[in-house]
Nanobody, 123 residues
């Protein structure tokens, strides 16, 4: 069983930066593709970024391209660096894992989820 714990959320002004972290435990993390999703009030959960198990492939939603960067280390942690934040980035951000090397952009392709961390972008 994989357990995921997110951290790093908070309140930031427009144009600011935050770095989210997701710590994984329970299995061989390096064989799992990972994703970051977000859900704003009244909206569906949407993919923000994803990374393959090897780290060689990444995906970004159009709304965050050039501003967000997903990465992973060899110590069971995946990161989401968020720069030039906008009020529309406000949401609960979730880390997700799937027991396959290939990434997917569908939330239905992920079996494991963290509890979420709130990101609020406001002046």
């Amino acid at each position: 069983q994989v357990q995921l714990v997110e951290s790093g959320g908070g309140l930031v002004q427009p144009g600011g930066s935050l770095r989210l972290s997701c710590g994984a435990s329970g299995r061989t993390f390096s064989s799992y593709a990972m994703g970051w999703f977000r859900q704003a009030p009244g909206k569906e959960r949407e993919v923000v970024a994803a990374i393959s198990g090897s780290g060689g492939s990444t995906y970004y939603a159009d709304s965050v391209k050039g501003r967000f960067t997903i990465s992973r280390d060899n110590k069971n942690t995946v990161y989401l660096q968020m720069d030039t934040l906008k009020p529309e980035d406000t949401a609960v951000y979730y880390c997700a894992a799937r027991a396959q090397l290939a990434l997917t952009t569908s939330r239905f392709g992920y079996s494991y989820w963290g509890q979420g961390t709130q990101v609020t972008v406001s002046s």
